[in-house]
């Protein structure tokens, strides 16, 4: 979870929300349902529906998030988190957030107004060192240079938390979610990422801000 100092700072640019509608929201991973949403749209929908059996009511699932009033953060690491919040006139997303000192800086999310990537490959995989931390963090990342066995370590990951026999369903959408065109560039000092809706780069975060993530994301 978020310390106080980070949560305060996470929710003073939603104007009148407390820190305290941050929830622990670990035990969703233990939800099949949980997965589903979080892959609904995000590939070729009859192998989503293959891989996550096609009985899940992902409307449902985001209405029982709304009708509890607690914004649920997912844990990556002690340094990035996934938050997933809403709003009035069905107004909500997913945030990926960089966790420092007192800070929280989203650098990534999927909403109406989403912004992305945030994760360079090298970045992804020190977070990556579970097939449920692989996966909650799958969507932040966005690298041309990703390697070939990207797919491979992405399907299997899938294939833990779906159906373990839809293996060329798995390999699919693993390639779909991979596809990207956006490189980075940068040093141990700044990560700048090059795609057009980011916000790790000039004119995105402050410079000191970049500096701050990239610093975070390096940490073994």
Known sequence: MLTDGQATDYVRRYDGVLASVLTDGSA????????????????DPEMIGELFDGDHDTNAFDDEI?????????PISDRFVEII???????????????????????????????????????????ATTPQ?????LPALGDAD???????????????VGNGAAGAAAAGVARQLLDSPVRWVGDDDVLICDGEFAVRKPGGLSDAELRLVTGMLARP
């Open 28 to 43: 969703l991973l233990t939800r099949s349902v949980f997965w589903a949403a979080m892959f609904d749209g995000c590939a």
């Open 66 to 74: 709304r009708e509890s009033g607690g914004w649920p953060v997912i």
């Open 85 to 127: 919040w809403h709003g009035p006139d069905s107004e909500g997303g997913d945030d990926y957030v960089v966790l420092a000192p007192g800070r929280a800086i989203s650098i990534a999310a999927r909403a109406g107004h989403g912004y992305g990537p945030g994760l360079s490959w090298a970045e992804f995989s020190r977070l």
């Open 133 to 137: 931390r692989l996966l909650v963090a």
């Open 146 to 160: 990703a390697p070939p066995s990207a797919v491979e370590m992405v399907a299997e990951a899938l294939l833990t």
